[in-house]
């Protein structure tokens, strides 16, 4: 089969490697679409990649092509969206269904070989089935929709409360999408892009703040009150952002950080004395599993994304790539602000 191969940074090469065939209790995937994730990034562009060669990808979608031995939850042609995260199911924290933190785990993608490839092998729970209504560049999508699920759920969300989302990408339209699903009373989405705004009032957002106008705290407090925000989701791991969320939290309220950092960060005295005077909780968030592997995360998004209660259009995508040019695809990142939304790997071409 044909994989796009990472043989050292900036080394992606587009040629053939075997065809996995499934043990017992594994199915073989055909891939459809693999969406290019963040994490993709420094493995790519820098040296991040656990070993070499290593074929990356782990948010797509595909369609059953074989199973083996003692599968009995999905057939050959069952559209399916891929779960990346193997937990070993034996540690401590795969016993409390906690299967995120579990240590001695593997993932695809990443630590064995993932979707930017013809086929992939994964266990049977590792395939989560879609409805045939749903398509596969939507299906591409199952993985970030669970992250962000996984996030709102990290604190003790509640129906009629304020939301704030700081971030305006995907993973925070998605955030935004399920506390509105979740009965949120406001949601308002925060970023410096007026076009991320824009599409944040597209799928829902009670209100849009563009944080750099001089007045935007101001403008957040007007909407709750002066009270802030019962939940605020941190979904662009920034460090403006993160001390935005201290400032912008209520009273007892409570902040996820959802938001993978990429520099340290320090707080002031009084920038940290936020979470004494207001006694909120103070949280993160890790991938999107729970008990009953892979989890209510991504059984949801299949429900609500089939409903339409989910919504998904081509707003999210950026482009489609070819698998044989996916070399380009990772050169498109190397211009800031060039990439505006996802990047979808096609498999077939």
């Not at 070993?51 to 092509?65: D, K, Q, R, T, W």
């Not at 009032?201 to 957040?220: L, P, R």
């Amino acid at each position: 089969m044909k994989a796009g191969v990472l043989h050292a940074k900036e080394e992606l090469k587009y040629e053939d490697i075997p065809t996995p065939s499934p043990n017992a209790g594994q199915v073989l995937i055909k891939v459809k679409y693999t969406g290019i994730c963040g994490s993709d990034l420094p493995r790519v562009n820098g040296d991040a990649s656990h070993y070499y060669p290593n074929v990356l990808g782990h948010e797509f979608s595909g369609v059953i092509a074989e199973v083996g031995g003692g599968v009995e939850t999905l057939k050959v042609g069952d559209k399916v969206a891929g779960v990346p995260l193997i937990p070993c199911l034996k540690c401590v924290d795969c016993q409390k269904g906690d299967y995120s933190l579990c240590k001695h785990y593997s993932f695809v993608g990443s630590r064995q070989f993932g979707s930017f490839a013809e086929y992939v092998v994964v266990p049977e729970k590792n395939a989560v089935k879609f409805d045939h209504s749903i398509s596969f560049e939507h299906g591409a999508f199952f993985e970030p929709i669970t992250v962000a699920l996984h996030g709102l759920n990290r604190l003790d969300f509640k129906p009629d409360g304020t939301v704030a989302i700081l971030g305006g990408g995907t993973i925070g339209l998605f955030t935004m999408q399920w506390a509105k699903i979740f009965g949120a009373k406001k949601v308002v989405v925060f970023d410096i892009s007026d076009e991320r705004l824009e599409l944040a009032k597209k799928f829902g957002a009670d209100e849009c703040i563009n944080t750099q106008e001089e007045s935007f705290i101001e403008q957040a407090k007007w909407l709750t009150d002066g009270r802030g925000f019962d939940y605020v989701y941190e979904t662009a791991g920034s460090t403006i952002t993160m001390k935005m969320a201290f400032e912008l939290v209520a009273n007892k309220g409570g902040v996820c950080l959802i938001g993978t950092p990429t520099k340290d960060i320090s707080f002031t005295v009084d920038e940290w004395e936020n979470l004494n005077r207001k006694e909120f909780t103070l949280t993160g968030s890790w991938m999107s599993y729970s008990a009953g592997f892979p989890g209510k995360e991504w059984q949801l998004a299949a429900h609500y994304i089939k409903t339409g209660e989910f919504k998904l259009d081509d707003s999210f995508i950026f482009k489609k790539i070819p698998l044989s040019k996916i070399a380009e695809a990772f050169k498109m990142y190397k211009t800031p602000g060039l990439v505006k939304a996802k990047i979808l790997i096609d498999s077939e071409k």
